[in-house]
C-alpha cells in the first residue's frame, strides 16, 4: 500500500493543515536550513497519490511563493528507500500553478523579445524556457558570450542572451556591467517598449545597486518605455539579491516614472554548500543566513507589488540533487533525449486537473557573439532536452507568473 509523503511542517501549520491553512516548506535533515522545524519526511493526509488531483475549490496561486511542499508516494514514510522518487511532485499548499499547454503557451509569448542577462543558472532557465516555447531545443551552448535566437514560437519569440559577468578575463579587460548590457541591447533591436519585451537580469552573486543604477542609465536611453503592466522587469539569481535592491528598484523606477510596471523578482536558492578547492563555500550557519535574507526579500517585493518566484524553498528540499558545476547550484542539464516525445510533458508539478505528467521518469569578450537565425540552425533532426526536475519546477512558476495576466490572475499592488 502507497503513501504519500512530504517533509514535515511545524507545529503551528501542522495545526492549521486540516482546514487548508498555509503551509511551510519542506527540510532535508542533511542540512538543516530552519532548525525550529523536523526534517525528514511523513505522511501527507488527504491525499492518496503525488498526482491526485488537488481540491476542486483550490484557487489558482495569486503569488509564486506560496508554501509548498515536494510530495511522493512512500511504502513508508519513516524509510526513504521505499520511496519511488521518479514521482516526486511539488503541491503548493493552498493553491496550484497553472501549467500552460503549448497553444496557451505560445500565445502568450507571441511578438515578446525575451532578454537574459546573467550566468549559468539565468541561462538554464533561458533553455528551458525555449523548449517549452518552441516544442523543442535545436541548438545550445554553454555560452559565455551574446548569442540570439530569431526562429522560436514560428519566428515570433526572439531570445538574447549575454553572460555576466567574464570573470575569466583579467580585471582589467573585463566588459563593465554597463557595456555588456548596452551590448545586449544593441544586438537585440528593434525593441518594443511594451509587455513583449522582457529583460531578465541576474545571476549568483554578481548583481548590487551599481547594476541597478547603470539599468537605469541605459533604459533611459532606450526609451520610450511604457509606465503600465506591458513592460516587465525580472531580477534575480541566487544569493546576491537583499531587501536594498529592491528598494533600489523602487527608487529607480518611481524617478523614471515607471512606477507602474510588471517586476518579477525570482529570490535566493541553494549551492555553495560544498567545500570546493577554489570557490567558497557557505557554512550552515551562513545557509541560514540566506533563509532569512530570502524572507525578508519575499517581504519587500510583495510589500511593493511586484511579483515573486520563491526559489529557495524550493531548491532546498532537494539541494543534493544539484546538476553539473562545482558550485553546486545548477539545478539543470542539456543533453540529446533518449526519445523524441515532447519533453515538457515530464512535468511533475501538481496541478488542478490532476495532470502531473508522464511517469517516466568559451568565448574571449563581451563582443563575441552568435546571431542564430533560420538558415544557421543545425540543417539535422538533432534535438536537445533541458533536463532537472527542481530547474523545471521554478521555470514553470515563472512562465505561469509571466502569463497570468492573460488569465486575470496577478498580484494585487501595495503601493
Known amino acids: 500500500m502507497w503513501a504519500v509523503c512530504a517533509k514535515p511542517l511545524d507545529k503551528a501549520s501542522d495545526r492549521g493543515a486540516e482546514d487548508g491553512a498555509n503551509q511551510t516548506g519542506r527540510i532535508d535533515c542533511g542540512l538543516i536550513v530552519r532548525p525550529d522545524q523536523p526534517c525528514g519526511l511523513e505522511p501527507l493526509r488527504g491525499v492518496r497519490s503525488s498526482g491526485e488531483s488537488q481540491a476542486p475549490d483550490r484557487p489558482p496561486c495569486s503569488s509564486g511563493d506560496m508554501p509548498g511542499r515536494w510530495v511522493v508516494p512512500c511504502l513508508s514514510c519513516s524509510d526513504n528507500r521505499t520511496c519511488d522518487w521518479r514521482e516526486v511532485a511539488w503541491r503548493p499548499d493552498s493553491c496550484y500553478h497553472p501549467v500552460l499547454d503549448q497553444p496557451q503557451l505560445q500565445q502568450c509569448m507571441m511578438d515578446r523579445k525575451m532578454l537574459f542577462m546573467g550566468d549559468s543558472t539565468n541561462r538554464g532557465m533561458m533553455y528551458y524556457l525555449m523548449e517549452r516555447v518552441n516544442e523543442t531545443l535545436q541548438d545550445w551552448d554553454k555560452t559565455h558570450d551574446t548569442v540570439l535566437y530569431h526562429n522560436l514560437n514560428r519566428g515570433h519569440t526572439p531570445f538574447s542572451y549575454s553572460y555576466y559577468p567574464q570573470f575569466w578575463l583579467e580585471q582589467s579587460h573585463r566588459p563593465t556591467f554597463q557595456r555588456a548590457l548596452e551590448q545586449l541591447i544593441q544586438r537585440s533591436r528593434p525593441l518594443v517598449n511594451s509587455q513583449q519585451t522582457v529583460l531578465v537580469v541576474g545571476g549568483v552573486q554578481w548583481l548590487n545597486t551599481n547594476h541597478i543604477r547603470t539599468i537605469q542609465q541605459v533604459l ?13 522587469l525580472v531580477v534575480g539569481g541566487v544569493q546576491w539579491l537583499n531587501t536594498n535592491h529592491i528598494r533600489t528598484i523602487q527608487q529607480v523606477l518611481k524617478r523614471e516614472n515607471l512606477q507602474d510596471i510588471m517586476v518579477v523578482v525570482k529570490s535566493l536558492g541553494m549551492g555553495f554548500h560544498l567545500a570546493v578547492d577554489g570557490i567558497r563555500s557557505l557554512s550552515l550557519a551562513r545557509v541560514q543566513q540566506l533563509d532569512h535574507v530570502n524572507r525578508d526579500v519575499l517581504t519587500e517585493a510583495k510589500h511593493a507589488g511586484y511579483e515573486v518566484v520563491d526559489t529557495l524553498s ?19 542539464e542539456v543533453a ?21 505528467g508522464s511517469k517516466s521518469g568559451t568565448g574571449t569578450g563581451a563582443g563575441d557573439q552568435v546571431d542564430l537565425q533560420d538558415s544557421q540552425w543545425p540543417s539535422s533532426n538533432t534535438t536537445y532536452h533541458v533536463r532537472g526536475p ?4 521554478y521555470s514553470e512558476i515563472l512562465l505561469s507568473r509571466l502569463c497570468a495576466r492573460d488569465r486575470g490572475n496577478k498580484t494585487t499592488p501595495h503601493r
Open 220 to 232: 533611459k536611453r532606450s526609451r520610450p518605455l511604457v509606465n503600465s503592466q506591458q513592460t516587465v
Open 314 to 332: 524550493i531548491t532546498m528540499g532537494r539541494y543534493k540533487e544539484y546538476l553539473q558545476g562545482r558550485c553546486a547550484c545548477h539545478f539543470h
Open 336 to 356: 540529446k533525449p533518449s526519445y523524441s516525445a515532447p519533453q515538457h510533458s515530464l512535468l511533475q508539478m501538481l496541478r488542478q486537473d490532476g495532470d502531473s
Open 390 to 393: 527542481v530547474n523545471q519546477v
